[in-house]
Structures are given as C-alpha cells and as structure tokens.
T-cell receptor, first 111, second 114 residues
Framework: ELKVEQNPLFLSMQEGKNYTIYCNYS?????LYWYRQDPGKSLESLFV?????AVKQEGRLMASLDTKARLSTLHITAAVHDLSATYFC???????????FGAGTRLTVKP | NAGVTQTPKFQVLKTGQSMTLQCAQD?????MSWYRQDPGMGLRLIHY???????DQGEVPNGYNVSRSTTEDFPLRLLSAAPSQTSVYFC?????????????FGSGTRLTVV
C-alpha cells in the first residue's frame, strides 16, 4: 500500500530564513504534486514533477524529485509572511487512478 | 470558466439522515474524484470516475455512493450520515492526460453530523 509521509508537520520560520519540507513515499510512482492550502480555502496546485531529477521553481519555492530515493523536497528561500499556509505533497500511484496525500506541513512565517 | 463548483458550502446533518453533495465542472474533464479532509490526515480519496458511466472506489468508500451520468456532474451521496463523516469534502477534476498538469479542486463542503 502506498504511504506518503511529510515532515515536518509543523514549521515555524522567521522571515528571511531558508527551510526544506520533505516528502517520502513508499512505492513506485510517476507523478508527484505539491499543493498549497490557505486556512478555510481549497487546494492550489504549485508543482507537478514528472520524472527523476525534475526541478521546478516558482518565486521563493523550489521543488525537486528523486524517484530512486522516493523523495521530493520543497525548498523555501528567504521566507516571507505570504508563504504561511499548509503545503501538501501527493503521489499518483503508477498506472492507477489513485492519488495519495501526505498529512501536510503547516508553515508559519513570522516577521 | 467556473472551474469546479461544489454545493452546499456548509451543511449540518443529524445522524441517520441522507444527503447529496453536488460537484459540477465545466472544463470537459474526464476524471473526477471526491476527497475528504480530516485534521492531521491530509486528503483521502473516497470515489473517483474516469468518465461518464464509470466509477470506482478509493481509499475510504464506505458509507458513500456516487454516480456519473454526465461528464459535468459527479454527486456524492451519504446514505445514512454518521458523526465519523464529519469532515471537509473536496471534489477535484482533471483531463485524463492532463493529470500531468495537476488537478483542479472545488472550494469544499464543510459537513457536520450531529
């Protein structure tokens, strides 16, 4: 059974600092997603990673994928308050229609 | 484009009542799915559909029923509500090949069963 583990689950950062969120998964997959969710809101797609070594960047966020290690990272550079949200990784099971989510990382960026 | 529209946004049910959560998309997406979100557990797949007339179970299907008579609509039915079904429910859609571009989520339905 596919398991998706994120860590940390809670992250409190100061503005201007860097940090990385980790997403480990337990079985073969061909797609990994990162989503952002603001309190009381829906999920917004941030990145879709399709192959080993894929790296995507948008503003202060950069996501990467290592399919051999079954690991994806979401790196935050010089955090700002607007990045405060919950971030989810999700993995598509290979050749299936099932997408499994991690538990989410609640990020708080303090001035 | 409206994207994915869910109704209602909030609902309170008594134990044993039934109801239908509505989901509609106007993007001609083949793939639609329902998730529930509980604190500390991420989102869990309830049911999904890869096209009109085709549905299948996800990770947590018990107590829920779905049908897909049109491409646009994918309602979720709670047959006999239980307090354990208190949750936030999200509907999502994608093109079959467009899963490489991610999913579009609705705004959610917050359901409380008392």
């Amino acid at each position: 059974e596919l398991k998706v583990e994120q860590n940390p689950l809670f992250l409190s950062m100061q503005e201007g600092k860097n940090y990385t969120i980790y997403c480990n998964y337990s079985t073969t997959s061909d797609r990994l997603y990162w989503y952002r969710q603001d309190p009381g809101k829906s999920l917004e797609s941030l990145f879709v990673l399709l192959s080993n070594g894929a790296v995507k960047q948008e503003g202060r966020l950069m996501a990467s994928l290592d399919t051999k290690a079954r690991l994806s990272t979401l790196h935050i550079t010089a955090a700002v308050h607007d990045l405060s949200a919950t971030y989810f990784c999700a993995v598509d099971i290979y050749n299936n229609n099932d997408m499994r989510f991690g538990a989410g990382t609640r990020l708080t960026v303090k001035p | 484009n409206a994207g994915v529209t869910q109704t209602p946004k909030f609902q309170v049910l008594k134990t044993g009542q039934s109801m239908t959560l509505q989901c509609a998309q106007d993007m001609n997406h083949e793939y639609m799915s329902w998730y529930r979100q509980d604190p500390g557990m991420g989102l869990r797949l309830i049911h999904y559909s890869v096209g009109a007339g085709i549905t299948d179970q996800g990770e947590v299907p018990n107590g829920y029923n779905v049908s897909r008579s049109t491409t646009e609509d994918f309602p979720l039915r709670l047959l006999s509500a239980a307090p354990s079904q208190t949750s936030v429910y999200f509907c999502a859609s994608s093109t079959r090949t467009g899963r490489a571009y991610g999913y579009t989520f609705g705004s959610g339905t917050r359901l409380t069963v008392v």
